[in-house]
């Protein structure tokens, strides 16, 4: 889908106030997103691909400074509404993924979350974007396991936008790594039960399957 196609859709999302108050997606973020940053100690966050904010806002709202960026402008617009609701303060910013560019700042923590493009773009992201982590800084990639076409779990059904550890792990090229180190990849499950998201993938579901991929610099 081109940053139009997104466009349409979080603004049908908007006029039919589906789901929590207009949102495309669940007020906070995945539990997995939450468990595995919360350990993290609060600096300067990025998060990619960042949808209608529930990422960003978190994040903020948990002491991080973040700027957030989507190519889609409806949804950077909803973000802004929804951040302020909150009380939070986000940078947000229209962006293509494949090609905005941090301007030399370096980042504590990058998150890019449910981002799915076809393999050459997606490597192309996670490459740069582990490029601009400071020291001891932290990369999460989430996004839906090609396994998950097995779970009756909603999510993208073309294979060739899906993820596999085998694909994150060899996105992150070590010959630009330094000292980076690849801390978790795999494939995890989330429980519908439970998640965040939930209540809305229904469908019959009881779990649903993503790919994780943690980098420590
Ligand atoms: C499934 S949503 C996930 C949003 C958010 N990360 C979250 O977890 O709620 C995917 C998002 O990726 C954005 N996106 C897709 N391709 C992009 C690109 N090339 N550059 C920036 N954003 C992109 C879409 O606009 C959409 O908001």
Request: charged share 20%; net charge negative.
């Amino acid at each position: 889908m081109d940053a139009t196609e997104w466009d349409t859709r979080y603004r049908l999302a908007r006029e039919a106030r589906a789901g929590e108050a207009g949102r495309l997606w669940s007020a906070v973020p995945a539990q997995i997103v939450q468990d595995t940053v919360s350990p993290f100690t609060p600096g300067r966050a990025l998060d990619l691909a960042a949808g209608d904010g529930r990422n960003a806002i978190w994040l903020a709202g948990h002491g991080w400074t973040v700027t957030a960026v989507d190519f889609s402008a409806e949804a950077i617009g909803q973000a802004g509404a929804h951040s302020a609701e909150a009380g939070v303060a986000v940078d947000w910013q229209v962006g293509d993924a494949t090609t905005w560019d941090p301007a030399g700042e370096g980042f504590d923590l990058i998150t890019v979350v449910y981002l799915h493009l076809p393999e050459p773009g997606l490597r192309s992201v996670l490459a740069r974007a582990a490029g601009w982590l400071s020291p001891g800084g932290h990369l999460v990639v989430l996004g839906h396991d090609r396994a998950n076409l097995d779970t009756g779990a909603p999510g993208p059904t073309n294979p060739d936008i899906l993820y596999t550890p085998e694909l994150l792990r060899s996105s992150i090229d070590p010959a630009s790594l330094g000292a980076c180190r690849v801390v978790r990849c795999e494939t995890v499950r989330r429980d519908l039960a439970t998640d965040p998201e939930g209540p809305r993938d229904g469908a019959g579901a009881t779990f649903a399957l993503d790919t994780l991929l943690v980098v420590d610099a």
